[in-house]
DNA sequence: ATTGGCACTCAGCTGTCGGGAGTGCCAGTC
DNA sequence: GACTGGCACTCCCGACAGCTGAGTGCCAAT
């Protein structure tokens, strides 16, 4: 059939051009891939892609390069992510099993992903405000100083300090921490958010009153504190090395948008959830300048929730299939040791 | 005097490179700075300039080039640090002034350093070693359970979960804490351990026996633990961009040094203490790949005391008097800040 | 010690040219 | 109608040559 045949070819001179970095001819394509026609044939099917726009040419007489489009269609039609190697697999567990906390977890992965992709890798720390809340901790320091800790599902861990206005005796301190962890512990963190500031209009004793404000504020606000929402960890940018050819339309602006780690989180968008793989290319992201980049990510968390993002982002001249495999094994067993934990 | 002209001539040379990254010639030079003399007597003092080995012509007829030796004289001997203007000095005071922890505090600096020397910053953490801890606090999270916090002088803050072999009650966990506090508050890192070491041997009551092992084993863990003393931030790798040209010299080493935090702190070296100011230029640091970039560093902490160092990582043809300042005017900060927290 | 003059060197730009890879099209074949 | 071989055409790229200008080293003069 003449439209498979068409796919045939867009799929090798995808598959010739990431591995060469160079234009691909027809006559090159039909001698590395079995297509058993003749090259005026790749030809005649090559001009009908270049039409619809799936191909380009950088220049006439040159081969053809695949366009953003091109990609698009390869990615949505022509690849099946091909399962990573048992050794890789195994790698891959025990690396990240020797993880001691979750910082830990966050920089083995990234490097991990780096180094399976070969790309820059990029990982947004586990947020909070999927996740519930696992302990609270009240800790006296002084009569008038307080350490709040709060431990939540995602392994993260907040630790404040709180200077109260007055001083507080143990039992005061053991009947709010009390209270507070019947309203808060199990809940999401939004639920846990209304639950503690229900805490503040209640009538309390006397003696806690003091007390309670300034914890459940600060509670509230390590909570709600979007600054951990937005963390995120880079590795790999030695890789950045690799495609040092198009330095100013790949590597700077790359390099730039690194150093920003709220455009970071923009490139890596909405965690497709469920073992979805986004894959995001050239001009599709929402950066122009970044229209050289293309960005592979999915979403991660303990129990299929997708609690937030990691992915890698590179050139748009890519190992989409392999890159994809990565990008999900390492999803899939960082969620693993999220669920374990 | 012909050797006050000679080195007035390096000086020039080395200004006039740095500002304009190409090769000086003896006509610019003379036009460009009032040296009052033609420009075949200054041919002669660079003849004899290359000579002694302080520049070099890149090929015969260009113009020449500070070596690393000229760098080398031109930062001893013919460099006063400019002091930030007030504006500037305002800058990073404010800046600095709004950060709320340790952790924005590091990120700021980093970010600061990287803009004022438009180079690439790099920042160790406080380190333990030679700080004191101010406070320890067992948790109990469960029945067999701690929580274990651990803060110090520095103003990091550690916490590790315990799980021991059996359960302990309120009242023993209390000695056990109080028993622990006495021990290592106030102490230096060194002293400490060694303090709670002792507690493992000294004769303890039945109950608590179960919890002193495990708790102090995992404080002197916490205490002695090298990750932390490695953690290292860097910012402003955008920078790297300005130096596109000479990618594979300066930039690919550099992106592949920063992926490795133990080369990093390596390359800053020791910290200077009592203000001073490292310089490393080109082939004098430790690593053969990094001789086309310089260090300048110096060491920072709470109360005079270096605790940690932090410092700039550039090519060797940078601007060393403003990037000197603005290493020691950041390094002056950040000790205040810590100094008051 | 300094200077003006002069011959020399060489990177880098420009223009020219041939080779080669690749294309598009057309006429012929199955 | 689909495929193929042939052919003329385009255009990148590398090599080569010539030129220019910045910069040098050296020397004789002051």
């Known amino acids: 059939m003449v439209e498979d045949r068409k796919l045939a070819v867009l799929r090798a001179i995808v598959e010739d051009y990431v591995a060469t970095e160079e234009p691909v001819g027809s006559k090159a394509l039909v001698e590395r891939h079995g297509l058993g026609v003749s090259p005026a044939t790749v030809r005649n099917d090559m001009a009908a892609l270049e039409e619809e726009g799936f191909i380009t040419q950088p ?9 953003d489009k091109g990609y698009r269609l390869f990615v949505d039609r022509l690849t099946t992510v091909k399962p990573m190697s048992a050794a890789e697999k195994r790698a891959i567990a025990t690396l990240l099993d020797g993880a001691v906390d979750l910082d830990d977890v966050v920089q083995r992965s990234v490097r991990l992903l780096s ?15 999927g996740s ?51 309203a808060a512990i199990g809940e999401r963190i939004a639920d846990a958010i209304t639950a503690l500031q229900a805490l503040t209009v209640a009538p309390a004793g006397q003696r806690t009153r003091v007390a309670v404000l300034p914890v459940v504020t600060t509670l509230v606000e390590a909570m709600s504190d979007h600054r951990s929402d937005e963390r995120v960890v880079v590795g790999g940018t030695a ?3 690799r495609f040092g050819d198009s330095f100013d339309t790949a590597v700077r602006p790359l ?38 980049t293309s960005v592979v990510a999915t979403g991660y968390g303990p129990g299929e929730q997708a609690l937030a993002t990691l992915g890698i982002v590179g050139p748009t001249r890519m190992d989409y299939p392999g890159t994809m ?17």
Do not use: F, W
Request: charged share 25%; proline share 3%.
């Open 325 to 341: 495999a990565a990008v999900r094994a390492v999803a899939r067993y960082v969620s693993r040791i999220l669920d374990e934990a």
């Open 239 to 241: 890789n950045l090395a």
């Open 59 to 67: 220049h006439t007489s040159a081969g053809r390069v695949p366009t």
């Open 132 to 182: 519930t809340v696992r302990h609270v901790e009240l800790v006296s320091l002084a009569p008038n100083r307080l350490l709040v800790v709060l431990i939540l599902s995602s392994g993260r861990v907040e630790q404040r300090l709180v200077d109260l206005d007055a001083e507080i005796g143990e039992d005061d301190l053991a009947s709010l921490r009390s209270r507070v962890s019947r």
């Open 255 to 292: 390099l730039e948008a690194i150093e920003e780690h709220v455009v970071l989180l923009k490139l890596l968008g909405e965690a497709g959830s469920g073992g979805a793989i986004t894959v995001r290319i050239g001009h599709e992201g929402p950066y122009q300048e970044l229209s050289a």
């Open 115 to 129: 180094q399976l992709t070969r790309q820059v890798a990029v990982m947004q720390y586990p947020s909070l405000s």
